[in-house]
């Protein structure tokens, strides 16, 4: 599994807000499909109101996320082991 960050913006009619979201996923594409579900679920927002300006691989010393960060590094620990 892999880190990636996906950078991107939420446009509503009167609002622009950015948000930068870090998803543990295989692909690129399932990265991106799964912050649409995410923000479309707690944000209320359309899948055409979500602009997706960048998704980005992201290495484990590079992870902003800390609850993210230890799963990560505790699988690496894991398959270092054994």
């Known amino acids: 599994m892999k880190v990636f960050r996906v950078i991107g913006e939420i446009r509503k009619p009167n ?41 980005e691989e992201v290495s484990p010393e590079d992870i902003e996320n800390p609850m993210l960060k230890k799963l990560v590094v505790g699988e690496e620990k894991i398959v270092e082991q054994s």
């Open 15 to 55: 609002l622009e807000t950015p948000f930068k979201k870090e998803v543990v996923a295989v692909k690129r594409e399932h990265a991106v499909e799964n912050v649409y579900a995410e923000l479309g679920s707690r944000h209320r927002v359309k899948r055409f109101q979500i602009k997706i300006l960048k998704v």
